[in-house]
């Protein structure tokens, strides 16, 4: 099987400096997508711009400049991965996951910690956030692992083996502790299993496991004296299921948020009138609560619009998971596709109150250079599959999916 | 590898030895239809979520994101000032600084350290600092007051260094200012932060937590008057209370209206005066007889019209200056002045307004309600003679007189000259004679009086004293509360009545009340109610007559059905007791111009004295009367606490009031001691 796929493979040509080919190559790319994502990066700059006017003194425009930065690099990773054949992640997919661990390793021997947590890697003009590339890496990894054993996919020891080897990163993003990256992780661990073709029992048990291991860390263990989770964390989790509770602590942040979305109304407050944001009674709203201060200073429009993109994002990326060329590009796909859905849903609905508190960052959105590039690089896989993938115009018309 | 495959291998057939080539299974495909379902759904969600928070209910949320930023800030109104009833100025206000602090301005780091310096500072204790700031940790935005009246040269030097004390605001407020030091400072009372407990009934009234509120007193009765009107600002605050913008005010706030009371200052000084000076003879020249005298403590005079039941002055000793109270308040000033539960009995809680909350057995000055109820019975005829002799026996017990010095038969009239005991025990035992139909007329007649409750005087604070009844007595005394004697104690015996007749043993009455009942003889028989307040005025420009607003109004006089012609024999008696040969008070009245009628009293009070273990009879000085007599303008009841006999501190000390009030003096000086 290893033969056949190397035999399949064709980097050569979209490498060829043949203009003929790049054209070729060019025109098999999700161009939709590109724009989805490119309108992203630009309404996300544009959020960022409102959104940290006031958040340095005498620098309105300090995260701005800095996003923007990372956003160029980046664009320049997801050019450069575009060109990557992604069989090339799964024949060193070893290395790929020895890369991973370590990189999550460093950052708990030498990360610094801010706000109780350590997951940055301080570069001085960067800091380095290696559990966001993990994020990418760990699906590639699984992409390799899962299309090793593609026809060995039924075998419960197979989703065993996955699952236990997903666990080693996600129990390192704990400990930092990153309760909402942890869980980031496992959503790209269904996604990918889901796509390889795991038996659906096998998919249930691993959801009833999750579920269970839920319920033991919030309620259970802390019950009989084992804290799983640090008691903010708890409380944020379990305050979702009751805002009111506790206005003035954990779920403050909620009761701010939904209250700037509720006033941005229909056509937003603008960017002085977003007293929520500039006020500063809605906290981390560069990161985490992004979605809210775009939401009340753009209003219900501009949080469409912006909905509407993932939304565009998401159906691309599926049909890039259709018109896979191999079991691995396929797996891969879905993993970085039903990572990204997870993380919008968790963190819009956290916005919104309907989704627990866990401190995950918006794509492309969020302050932040780790989570953009990662991401921007994620969509380069995409791209790199699409390109590589069966349903381009030309060589088979109509197979498989729409034609664009 | 890849490299090596020639370009064309791509069109060569399947290799038949490899397995079938990847291609999208029918459950491939399924699956990206159930996620396409899935991720359709979750932005379903989403947009329905987002769909109802702005567009449904967005003006509901940003009603509470500007409610949120905007902050509601109360602007001080200047109180009202209290003037004399003829418009001299009893309290005022001053502007002064005040040094207030945000707590929510307060920096997490270093906020201990600047609390620590601006103590020190301005010489507050720090750990009340701490504490308010503590309280205040819910409503960051309500000031703590660190204090008022702070010296020029501590401002400039806060004002030089402000950014070393962030959070801290020098304002300017409006101070009580009391013109005359401790003058009339329990009828003022004071002003002082509201309360919790105030403010839950008086949410309604307008009044909010951290105004100042009257405590006590005019300030306190007549509050809604004195307080004005608070203005309301607006003030754009961010997220952790620092403003944002200046203050923009949507309501200016009107300053209180001014308070005339009936008090005429000079009168309440002389009565003031008057009070200290006598005390201190009673402590010091007091006769050899006088057991306790050394330690007369406290007392109090009321002078009021017995036309309407105006007070004019209302004194109470000892006292207190209300300054202590201005501001914020000093808990070691309050100690110091004895006005804190520990300091008190030290100082022999000046905080009592003794004249309306003191309960004192009357004494001899009671002797007229017995005169007044036993002829409306028909027990006494006036002037038929009933002896007054050295003792009088009942039941087995023996009652001696005042003074062996009498034996012989008196009128009522001379009865009251004298204060003979004797005759009004008899008049007494006549009472206890009565059958049980006729019921018990001498307590029935005392209340008519306005004895046993309080007088309704408008500024409150007053005591019911105590009218001893058959029932009173079958209520108190009772298994529980008497249990080695309460089947003997629990019945009114002769020697009650006995000695009710003479204002002796339960009885209990205020210096309110007894005057309240001398205005009655004085007014020819009409119950007053006493009040302190005037009239509501506004005060003009200098120079221009101040406005008159509101007249306060009282229950007019009331007839109590006694019949004048008993009065005049008891008003008769009481200038006697002032006038006659053998008047109780003569000394003291005798050579005064103006004819003055009135009683003395000496009553047996049982109390451990300072430094004694067993309690002992002290003599409580009393004089109640009025003037001039045949035209009554002034009642005046002075009580000098184990001051002795009456006669010699009581009486010297009310005549003092009414120098002042007719203007003349000289006609009286302390007898000397070999007198």
């Not at chain 1, 203009?19 to 999700?30: I, N, P, Y």
């Not at chain 2, 200056?321 to 110091?336: I, M, N, Q, T």
């Not at chain 2, 009293?601 to 009879?617: D, F, N, R, Y």
């Amino acid at each position: 099987m290893i033969d056949y796929v190397d035999s399949r493979s064709s980097t050569v040509r979209a490498l060829s400096p043949e203009g003929s080919e790049v054209l070729a190559f060019l025109r098999r790319l999700d161009w939709l997508l590109l724009l989805a994502v490119g309108a992203l990066l630009g309404l996300g700059l544009w959020v960022i711009a409102g959104v940290t006017r006031n958040d340095v003194s005498g620098e309105p425009d300090y995260f701005l400049t800095r996003q923007a930065i990372f956003a160029a690099f980046g664009a320049v990773g997801l050019v450069l991965t575009t060109f990557v054949d992604p069989d090339h992640y799964r024949r060193h997919a070893r290395v790929v996951y020895g890369l991973m661990t370590g990189l999550l390793l460093l950052v708990l021997v030498v990360g610094a910690v801010e706000r109780g947590s350590r997951r940055w890697i301080d570069l001085g003009f960067y800091r380095f956030q290696p559990s966001e590339f993990a994020k990418l890496l760990l699906v590639l990894f699984l992409g390799g692992f899962l299309a090793d054993r593609y026809k060995r996919v039924s075998d419960p020891r197979t989703v065993a083996a996955a699952v236990g080897l997903a666990l080693v990163p996600a129990l390192l993003v704990f400990m930092q502790p990153d309760f909402g990256t942890a869980l980031v992780y496992g959503a790209a661990l269904v996604g990918t299993l889901v796509v390889a073709g795991t038996r659906w029992v096998h998919l249930s048990a691993l959801a009833a496991g999750i579920v269970i291991a839920a319920i033991l860390a919030l309620w259970a263990l802390p019950a009989i004296g084992v804290e799983v989770l640090k008691p903010y964390q708890a409380k944020r989790l379990t305050g979702f299921t009751n805002p009111d509770s506790d206005p003035g602590g954990a779920t403050y942040n909620v009761n701010q948020s939904i209250t700037a979305i509720g006033s941005g109304g229909v056509s937003g407050r603008g960017v002085s009138g977003a007293t929520q944001t500039s006020l500063d009674f809605l906290p981390v709203h560069g990161t985490d609560f992004v979605f809210a201060s775009f939401a009340e200073q753009r209003g219900f429009v501009g949080a469409a619009i912006l909905l509407g993109l993932y939304l565009l994002v998401v159906w691309r990326g599926l049909r890039i998971v259709a018109i896979a060329r191999d079991a691995f590009s396929a797996i891969v796909a879905g993993g970085i596709v039903i990572a990204l859905l997870f993380q919008i849903f968790v963190n819009v609905g956290m916005t919104m109150g309907i989704a627990p508190v866990t401190g995950i960052p918006l794509p492309f959105v969020s302050v932040g250079g780790s989570s953009l590039i990662a991401n921007l690089l994620a969509m380069g896989v995409l791209q790199a599959v699409c390109a590589r993938g069966r349903g381009a115009p030309r060589e088979r018309p109509g197979a498989g999916s729409k034609r664009r | 590898m890849a490299d090596r495959k020639p370009r064309s291998s791509r069109f060569l057939p399947p290799d038949p030895r490899v397995e079938e080539p990847y291609r999208v299974t029918p459950q491939l495909a399924l699956r990206i239809g159930i996620v396409g379902t899935v991720a359709l759904a979750v932005f379903a969600v989403l947009f329905l979520r987002l769909w109802a928070l702005q567009v449904l209910s967005g003006s509901q949320y940003l009603n509470a994101a500007q409610n949120n930023q905007l902050r509601t800030v109360r602007l001080e109104a200047q109180r009202g000032e209290i003037l004399d009833r003829t418009g001299r100025t009893l309290v005022s206000n001053v502007p002064g600084t005040a040094v207030r602090l945000w707590p929510a301005d307060l920096q997490p780091e270093g906020r201990y350290r600047e609390l620590q310096r601006l103590a020190k500072l301005l010489n507050v204790p720090l750990g009340r600092l701490v504490a308010d700031v503590e309280r205040r940790k819910s409503d960051p935005l309500t000031p703590v007051t660190v204090k008022t009246a702070v010296p020029e040269d501590k401002v400039a030097y806060l004002r030089e260094h402000q950014d070393e004390f962030p959070g801290v605001a020098i304002e300017t407020t409006y101070l009580r200012d009391y013109e005359f030091g401790s003058r009339a400072a329990h009828v003022l009372g004071h002003v002082g932060e509201i309360t919790k407990e105030q403010l839950k009934t008086r949410l309604k009234a307008g009044y909010r937590g951290g105004d100042k509120i009257g405590q006590e007193g005019v300030e306190a009765a007549y509050d809604r008057y004195l307080r004005g009107r608070p203005g309301v600002a607006q003030l754009t605050v961010d997220a952790l209370g620092k403003p944002k913008s200046s203050l923009v005010a949507s309501q200016m706030p009107r300053a209180g209206n001014a308070l005339r009371l009936t008090i005429d200052a000079p009168l309440q000084r002389a009565a003031e005066q008057a009070l200290r000076e006598w005390i201190e003879k009673a402590r010091s020249e007091s006769p050899v007889d006088c057991i306790g005298c050394w330690s007369a403590n406290g007392g109090a005079i009321v002078a009021l019209d017995p036309r309407n039941g105006a007070i004019r002055a209302l004194a109470s000793n000892p006292t207190y200056k209300p300054s202590v109270y201005v501001g914020r308040v000093d808990p070691r000033a309050l100690a110091k002045a004895g006005l804190t539960k520990r300091t008190a009995p030290a100082k022999n809680i000046p905080s009592l307004n003794r004249a309306v909350a003191g309960e004192y057995p009357s004494g001899s000055t009671f002797k007229p309600v017995t005169a007044l109820a036993a002829m409306q019975e028909g027990l006494i005829e006036p002037y038929d003679l009933l002896p007054c002799t050295p003792d009088y026996e009942v039941d087995e017990q023996t009652f001696a007189n005042w003074t062996p010095n009498f034996n012989e038969g008196m009128t009522l009239p001379t009865a009251l000259e004298t204060s003979c005991d004797t005759y009004f025990y008899r008049v007494g035992k006549l009472f206890y004679d009565l059958p049980e139909e006729r019921g018990q007329p001498l307590q029935e007649w005392a209340s008519t009086f306005g004895f046993g409750r309080p007088t309704g005087l408008d500024i409150g604070g007053e005591e019911s004293g105590l009218l001893p009844t058959i029932e009173w007595r079958r209520r108190t005394y009772t298994k529980k509360t008497d249990p080695c004697c309460w089947q003997v104690d629990r019945l009114w015996k002769s020697g009650d009545s006995v000695q009710l007749a003479i204002g002796q043993k339960d009885l209990q009455v205020t210096p309110l009340q007894m005057a309240r009942f001398f205005a009655v003889v004085a007014n020819g028989g009409k119950l007053v109610t006493p009040h302190v307040g005037m009239r509501v005025e506004r005060i003009g420009a200098r120079g221009t007559r101040p406005v008159v607003l509101r007249q306060l109004e009282f229950p007019r006089p009331r007839p109590t059905s006694v019949d004048p012609k008993a009065i005049q024999v008891v008003r008769d008696g009481l200038y006697a007791a002032t006038h006659g040969p053998n008047g109780t008070s003569t000394a003291v009245f005798g050579n005064f111009p103006i004819p003055i009628a009135g009683k003395t009293g000496t009553a047996e009070k049982s109390l451990v004295l300072p430094g004694w273990s067993q309690a002992t009879i002290v003599d409580q000085a009393w004089w109640c009367g009025y003037g001039p007599s045949d035209n009554p303008e002034l009642v005046v009841c002075a009580v000098i606490e184990n001051g002795g006999h009456g006669g010699s501190v009581a009486a010297p000390a009310a005549l003092r009031v009414f120098e002042e009030y007719f203007g003349v003096k000289g006609y009286f000086e302390l007898p000397s001691e070999t007198d």
